[in-house]
């Protein structure tokens, strides 16, 4: 994926020599600059505008590229009189507990069917795969049922974390990859650990978590933007709007609140995702090769 | 349709992909023996042990909800008295409530729609940007960045976007003396701009899918092409396009599964209006069990909509596979 190693693309060294061409290549280049700035960046830089100035700007001059006074006293404002301190929080514990269940579930699952491999384990793996083809939404009345009411246990967990947390880990694409991931990893290196002496939970502890990574930190990137994206389902589950996390919290508060308020608490929504995906670009795009097939 | 990179599935991954994971080809599962040990038994109960968060968690909220959810969708329930059996009486009230029709034309617009803006678009950009010798990192950053912006965000700056009297769209068309235009105001624009959105939200995780794969054209069918005295457009639809096939096609169905799921936007931008014309299938659901409280008709409504979608992708797979074979 990087610029250095690949070799050429469809338009070769003579295409490129020739002047139609550099100037096409170069024509298409600007342009494409010049979009994707104004569709990448624009609506970010306008949320950011929009934080800081007056609602006024809003409404009477929306073309102005700089606030008309910046108002610095609006993310203040937005963080005591809507709280959004509090649904950052929020936010970021459902995002944190969904991220532990999620690598928790994916790594002993993944570990147990490739590397133990216990008896009627492939029967269990092709029940998990068999979740990916049911779209999760459609299932979204019984999961609420079942939150509500736990089926053996009894009991709800409904309008807590857990609500959010444990349905995060009944997610299948993260087995499948941890456990490609273990599978590729030399299977003499067990036997060896085997040889001397160590039980599973050590080679789990010392052997395979340390090799496992890179693809730990694909996990965790996956799981935290999507926990983080996530909105029907915390919206249905945690129903008190004390503990509700900013995506849900957003919509309702665009109907009643300050809107340069609102905006501002759009861009604390945004940030965080925003420097997971900066700093860890090469993660996240390596995330989404493993999803990508060879054509 | 905006978390779309997470839902697809189904490839085999590319285990160089993975950094420092071991790059020699993977041996068939099957002939990799279990662990052989003098406690095999003690393995499989430790097995057993390593497995129980994965079937206690999906069981719960996999397993035990899909099956609930068929059971649900043929009982009557309002969660204070036990369920009743009503066999099919589910599905005939849903048959005969109008707004199924209505939402149903509009769902499927929305996957066409969706799929005519939002299908050609990404493969233009990974092609036009997997040619550019320079700023190739910042091209992609720029292109993924409204996927890092969560989806709610996104909808709450595109209502803003879309307001007719101060929204950023119609000043901009004013400025050029077009417009004003009505945008989520009208029965005939609220759909398309809902689309619109969609698309800016998830074409960029599919670029860098396409991104990946363009690398893997190998140049000699380039050069091979061009000894044959190929244009660009022609090496563009003899040679790029017929190497993408497999990942096209798969994304062609991840794309028309993730738009049959639409969601957020109707919910957020429009709340199904003006007059019904964004009630998607997805909102009908929503709005049978948790505003009107029956559960029985959301359940029936989740199971015919997970059937359909597996009729599609089962015809889909099999017209494709014979493609593939041809």
Same mark, same amino acid.
């Given at each position: ?295 | ?8 599935? !189904? ?61 649900? !969708? ?238 599609? !992708? ?13």
């Amino acid at each position: 994926m990087n610029d250095d190693d690949r070799g050429r693309g469809l338009v070769s060294d003579v295409d490129r020599r020739r002047v139609g061409v550099r100037w096409s290549l170069r024509l298409t280049q600007g342009t494409l600059l010049l979009a994707t700035l104004l569709a990448g960046l624009g609506p970010i830089l306008w949320t950011a505008k929009g934080a800081l100035s007056p609602t006024q700007d809003l409404l009477r001059e929306p073309l102005r590229l700089w606030p008309s006074s910046v108002q610095w006293q609006n993310l203040s404002a937005a963080w005591s009189e809507l709280q959004i301190g509090r649904y950052l929080l929020n936010t970021v514990v459902l995002v944190g507990g969904s991220w532990a269940v999620q690598l928790l579930v994916a790594a002993t699952g993944a570990f147990a069917l490739s590397v133990l491999r216990p008896r009627y384990g492939r029967v269990v793996y092709g029940a998990i795969l068999a979740t990916l083809f049911v779209p999760g939404t459609v299932s979204l009345v019984a999961l609420y049922l079942t939150v509500l009411d736990l089926p053996i246990t009894g009991g709800s967990i409904a309008d807590t974390p857990w609500a959010v947390w444990l349905p995060a880990g009944a997610h299948a694409f993260n087995v499948l990859i941890m456990k490609q991931f273990f599978d590729a990893l030399p299977r003499e290196l067990y036997q060896a650990a085997q040889v001397d002496g160590a039980g599973p939970v050590r080679l789990f502890w010392q052997i395979v978590m340390p090799m496992s990574r890179p693809i730990l930190a694909v996990v965790s990137l996956l799981a935290v933007m999507d926990a983080w994206k996530d909105f029907l389902w915390p919206m249905v589950a945690i129903s008190d709007t004390e503990a509700q996390p900013l995506a849900v919290a957003l919509p309702r508060l665009a109907e009643t609140a300050e809107q340069n308020q609102v905006i501002a608490g759009m861009l604390v929504a945004i940030i965080p995702p925003l420097l997971l995906f900066l700093v860890f670009q090469r993660h996240i795009v390596r995330g989404i090769g493993f999803t990508g097939l060879k054509g | 349709m905006t978390t779309l990179h997470r839902h697809d599935v !189904s490839g085999r991954p590319a285990t160089e992909a993975a950094g420092r994971a071991p790059r020699r080809p993977l041996p068939p599962l099957r002939s990799l023996a279990p662990l052989r040990s003098p406690r095999r038994r003690g393995i499989g109960a430790t097995g057993w042990a390593f497995l129980l968060p994965t079937i206690l968690v999906f069981g719960y909220f996999a397993w035990w909800p899909i099956a609930r959810s068929v059971v649900l !969708s043929f009982q009557s329930t309002n969660l204070v008295d036990p369920p009743e059996w009503v066999g099919l009486s589910n599905f005939v009230h849903l048959f005969q409530d109008p707004l199924l029709w209505t939402t149903v034309r509009n769902t499927v617009w929305f996957v066409l729609l969706a799929l005519v803006l939002g299908f050609p678009l990404p493969v233009l950009l990974a092609v036009v940007m997997s040619e550019l010798r320079r700023f190739g990192g910042l091209f992609r950053v720029l292109v993924y960045l409204p996927v890092a912006v969560p989806p709610v965000v996104a909808v709450l700056m595109w209502k803003w976007f879309y307001d007719p009297d101060f929204g950023l769209f119609n000043q901009v068309l004013g400025l050029v003396g077009l417009g004003p235009l009505p945008w989520l105001q009208d029965t005939a624009t609220a759909m398309p701009s809902l689309v619109l959105e969609a698309t800016w939200a998830a074409a960029g995780s599919t670029v860098l899918i396409y991104l990946a794969a363009l690398t893997s054209v190998p140049s000699e069918l380039y050069e091979a092409a061009e000894i044959d005295g190929a244009s660009i457009w022609r090496k563009f639809w003899h040679v790029t396009l017929p190497h993408l096939r497999g990942v096209l096609l798969i994304m062609l169905l991840l794309q028309i599964i993730g738009t049959f799921r639409v969601f957020t936007e109707p919910f957020v931008l429009t709340d199904g209006g003006p007059e019904d014309s964004t009630v998607t299938i997805l909102l009908l659901i929503y709005r049978y069990a948790f505003v009107h409280g029956d559960y029985g008709m959301a359940a029936a409504l989740g199971v015919l909509l997970a059937a359909a979608l597996g009729v599609v !992708s089962g015809v889909y797979l099999r017209v494709t596979r014979r493609w593939s074979n041809a």
